[in-house]
């Protein structure tokens, strides 16, 4: 697995690859706008200039994208669901600016709704997203989720039932957070936890499908639907659990990316990446 982290876009995108080369990443997340907004400014000639000689200059190997916040594609027909389209398209033209190949995305919450009926909510908002950005590259990356409140996706049924529904599901992909998996019920603590679970992902979407990691030790409990991100090891995942993931050998080139707390400095990235770079066996 290749290793990163979640990095700030604050100053520009370079800046983002600025500090992914301070803590030694080799792939990073981004946000491509304000993540608690619906709508941004695209990224100027000048910073797609100043974010192309950076990713040059540098050795990172895969950047791509976390949707903002606020989008809920999975809710009742509302003002807000049609802010959430017309903000997930805009965040698709600013992911084709940056090259970034896709943008990992929350399933969404139904709201009340149900949950079929919201995941036929999520399929028919994604159809209206990959109509207008047909000219894109960009796929939309279904993050698996903890299950809090009326969240979807954390079963891979869900993100199965969106596959099934949507009409180009050549723009979808996949990526599993570790924290979210184990908060759902599914305990990726043991070598046949993870297997199950990748077995589960293979079976309903495909192997290929996964494009991403997010590597995250959970506060809570298995099954607790609570999402609360520790460092790696210092949670209930505990290092043994991270041991199998990243010596998955299925997925050695898959960019593994930490959402774990940290403070301005960036210290707790380099620690993290260090314990997961010296879980692997060489
Ligand atoms: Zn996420
Ligand atoms: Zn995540």
Request: aromatic share 2%; proline share 0%.
């Given at each position: 697995m290749l290793f990163g982290a979640h990095c700030s876009t604050a100053g520009g995108p370079h800046k983002a690859l600025e500090k992914a080369t301070a803590i030694g990443a080799d792939i990073l997340q981004v946000f491509v706008k304000n993540n608690f907004q619906w709508f941004g400014k695209p990224p100027t000639p000048q910073a797609l200039a100043m974010y192309a000689n950076a990713l040059a200059a540098r050795n990172v190997h895969c950047v791509f994208g976390h949707t903002g916040y606020l989008i809920n594609l999975a809710a009742h027909a509302s003002p807000n669901r049609d802010r959430s389209i017309k903000s997930l398209i805009q965040e698709i033209e600013f992911a084709e600016a940056l090259g970034l190949p896709f943008l990992v995305m929350h399933p969404?919450?139904?709201?009340?709704?149900?949950?079929?009926?919201?995941?036929?909510?999520?399929?028919?908002?994604?159809?209206?997203?990959?109509?207008?950005?047909?000219?894109?590259?960009?796929?939309?990356?279904?993050?698996?989720?903890?299950?809090q409140g009326s969240c979807l996706g954390h079963r891979m049924a869900h993100l199965a039932a969106i596959y099934d529904k949507v009409r180009k599901p050549e723009r979808l992909g996949v990526c599993l957070d570790t924290a979210h998996l184990f908060a759902a019920g599914y305990d990726i603590r043991t070598p046949n936890g993870w297997n199950a679970a990748i077995r589960e992902v293979t079976s309903l979407v495909g192997l290929k499908q996964i494009l991403a990691f997010h590597l995250n030790d959970s506060k809570t409990d298995l099954g607790s639907r609570v999402d609360r991100h520790a460092h790696i090891g210092k949670g209930k995942i505990g290092l043994e659990g991270f041991r199998v993931i990243v010596n998955d050998a299925r997925f050695r080139k898959h960019p593994g990316c930490l959402e774990t707390p940290k403070g301005d400095d960036l210290k707790e990235d380099v620690m993290n990446l260090k314990v997961l770079r010296g879980l692997v066996r060489r």
């Open positions: 969404g919450a139904h709201l009340g709704l149900g949950e079929a009926a919201g995941l036929k909510q999520a399929a028919a908002g994604l159809d209206e997203v990959f109509a207008v950005t047909k000219q894109s590259s960009v796929r939309i990356a279904l993050e698996n989720t903890a299950g």
